[in-house]
């Protein structure tokens, strides 16, 4: 055998991939096609599955080959639950027939997948929900209520967890499924936010049949394949493949110099924030670079706790920066059902209070301390008296 040297293969590649498809004159569809062809779609999942079997570290080196070419990544945007939990999830725990079925429409966005985990009575205590699955033959019926969902309106999978036997514990009881959002039975309500915006949606499941094949993993092991789902969920919110320089923090730098502000108090400010953004892209590149298919280490947890606070201060020291201006709405407070693209276009006072969620998306910030703290630190935990009851003797 041939020893090739990865990063060799990764740039032959690219090579190939915009010899054939020079960006600006190529469809982005049919550029992401051929770039999960060439397995620059996650470069170490399994050749034939978008990658080439070499170290994730080289994912940003396709990142940084593609922007500087002027190729869209806007696929990642669009479908980041997809690509950053859903992909991962399915090369972990998936079969064959889910994989070839699944992995490719996902990374060119020609189908958006969406998360429903969390429930009315079950947030922040994923294990403790309610929505039930029952076996009928090759399928499986299942009712409840979700909550939460970001672009469930959108989508047309959904992960789900639920509770196949309320007789064992409320983490062995659980399995997951791959859920088509067109179903009969499915109905997606939005949730009007504080923004004016409805990202979010109810879900209700009313005996929707869901073939066994769509089952991921086997029957009782839905807490651990939704253990993949949610750590790569910290991870992918945490490390967006920007720049330096970019995302939040360049509103804040654009506002300033178009301002002209002098006061030497809010410029230390700012470029505190500034350096606390590129330390967050560093460390968000890092985890990135160990997320393995599988689950990810508590690295994810840092950045998405990290993200979300800096996200929050970001937010409020622009709309400082801008004065009484800060105080209006242009967007306005009337109801907007937003597509994948519309976060591009928001102002600055959107930013401000859509940044009240990033401390609760994808697991609260308390919930990413007792992560830190438990995992990193080892601390003791805090005390579970329910894990060995069975299910459907805890109190609700």
Same mark, same amino acid.
Not at 151 to 158: I, M, N
Not at 187 to 194: A, I, S, T
């Given at each position: 055998?041939?020893?090739?040297?990865?990063?060799?293969?990764?740039?032959?590649?690219?090579?190939?991939?915009?010899?054939?498809?020079?960006?600006?004159?190529?469809?982005?569809?049919?550029?992401?096609?051929?770039?999960?062809?060439?397995?620059?779609?996650?470069?170490?999942?399994?050749?034939?599955?978008?990658?080439?079997?070499?170290?994730?570290?080289?994912?940003?080196?396709?990142?940084?080959?593609?922007?500087?070419?002027?190729?869209?990544?806007?696929?990642?945007?669009?479908?980041?639950?997809?690509?950053?939990?859903?992909?991962?999830?399915?090369?972990?725990?998936?079969?064959?027939?889910?994989?070839?079925?699944?992995?490719?429409?996902?990374?060119?966005?020609?189908?958006?997948?969406?998360?429903?985990?969390?429930?009315?009575?079950? /947030?922040?205590?994923?294990? %403790?929900? !309610?929505? =039930?699955?029952?076996?009928?033959?090759? @399928?499986? &019926?299942?009712? *409840?209520?979700?909550?939460?969902?970001?672009?469930?309106?959108?989508?047309?999978?959904?992960?789900?967890?639920?509770?196949?036997?309320?007789?064992?514990?409320?983490?062995?009881?659980?399995?997951?499924?791959?859920?088509?959002?067109?179903?009969?039975?499915?109905?997606?309500?939005?949730?009007?936010?504080?923004?004016?915006?409805?990202?979010?949606?109810?879900?209700?499941?009313?005996?929707?049949?869901?073939?066994?094949?769509?089952?991921? /993993?086997?029957?009782?092991? %839905?807490? !651990?394949? =939704?253990?993949?789902?949610?750590?790569? @969920?910290? &991870?992918?919110? *945490?490390?967006?493949?920007?720049?330096?320089?970019?995302?939040?923090?360049?509103?804040?730098?654009?506002?300033?110099?178009?301002?002209?502000?002098?006061?030497?108090?809010?410029?230390?400010?700012?470029?505190?924030?500034?350096?606390?953004?590129?330390?967050?892209?560093?460390?968000?590149?890092?985890?990135?670079?160990?997320?393995?298919?599988?689950?990810?280490?508590?690295?994810?947890?840092?950045?998405?706790?990290?993200?979300?606070?800096?996200?929050?201060?970001?937010?409020?020291?622009?709309?400082?920066?801008?004065?009484?201006?800060?105080?209006?709405?242009?967007? *306005?407070?009337?109801?907007?059902?937003?597509?994948?693209?519309?976060?591009?276009?928001?102002?600055?006072?959107?930013?401000?209070?859509?940044?009240?969620?990033?401390?609760?998306?994808?697991?609260?910030?308390?919930?990413?301390?007792?992560?830190?703290?438990?995992?990193?630190?080892?601390?003791?935990?805090?005390?579970?008296?329910?894990?060995?009851?069975?299910?459907?003797?805890?109190?609700?």
């Amino acid at each position: 055998m041939v020893n090739v040297d990865p990063a060799a293969l990764v740039e032959s590649r690219l090579d190939a991939l915009l010899a054939a498809n020079p960006p600006g004159s190529t469809p982005d569809s049919r550029f992401w096609a051929a770039q999960f062809d060439l397995g620059l779609a996650w470069v170490h999942f399994p050749v034939g599955r978008g990658g080439l079997g070499v170290a994730p570290a080289m994912q940003q080196v396709v990142f940084d080959r593609l922007l500087a070419a002027g190729a869209s990544i806007s696929n990642i945007r669009r479908n980041l639950l997809g690509y950053g939990m859903g992909a991962p999830t399915l090369i972990a725990h998936a079969t064959d027939p889910q994989l070839s079925r699944w992995l490719r429409p996902l990374f060119t966005a020609d189908e958006i997948w969406c998360q429903l985990f969390s429930e009315p009575g079950a /947030g922040s205590d994923l294990a %403790g929900l !309610s929505t =039930s699955a029952v076996r009928d033959g090759d @399928e499986w &019926v299942i009712s *409840g209520q979700k909550v939460w969902s970001t672009f469930a309106h959108l989508a047309r999978w959904g992960m789900l967890v639920a509770r196949h036997d309320s007789a064992l514990p409320k983490h062995a009881g659980l399995t997951y499924f791959v859920v088509d959002m067109t179903a009969p039975g499915i109905e997606v309500r939005p949730l009007r936010q504080m923004t004016g915006e409805a990202e979010f949606n109810e879900v209700y499941l009313t005996e929707v049949r869901v073939p066994d094949g769509n089952r991921i /993993g086997a029957v009782g092991e %839905g807490w !651990s394949v =939704s253990l993949t789902t949610l750590m790569n @969920e910290r &991870v992918a919110i *945490g490390s967006n493949p920007l720049a330096r320089g970019e995302g939040p923090i360049a509103g804040a730098v654009s506002i300033w110099r178009r301002r002209d502000v002098s006061d030497s108090l809010r410029r230390d400010r700012l470029m505190r924030l500034w350096c606390e953004a590129e330390v967050l892209r560093l460390t968000g590149r890092r985890a990135a670079r160990g997320a393995m298919s599988g689950t990810p280490g508590p690295a994810g947890s840092t950045t998405k706790l990290q993200w979300a606070e800096l996200n929050r201060r970001i937010g409020e020291f622009c709309v400082d920066l801008m004065g009484p201006e800060g105080m209006l709405y242009p967007d *306005g407070y009337g109801l907007s059902i937003p597509d994948q693209e519309s976060s591009r276009h928001h102002s600055h006072q959107m930013r401000f209070l859509r940044a009240r969620a990033n401390s609760i998306e994808g697991g609260t910030s308390e919930i990413m301390r007792n992560i830190l703290g438990e995992r990193v630190l080892g601390l003791p935990g805090e005390p579970r008296v329910d894990r060995d009851l069975p299910w459907s003797q805890i109190p609700r």
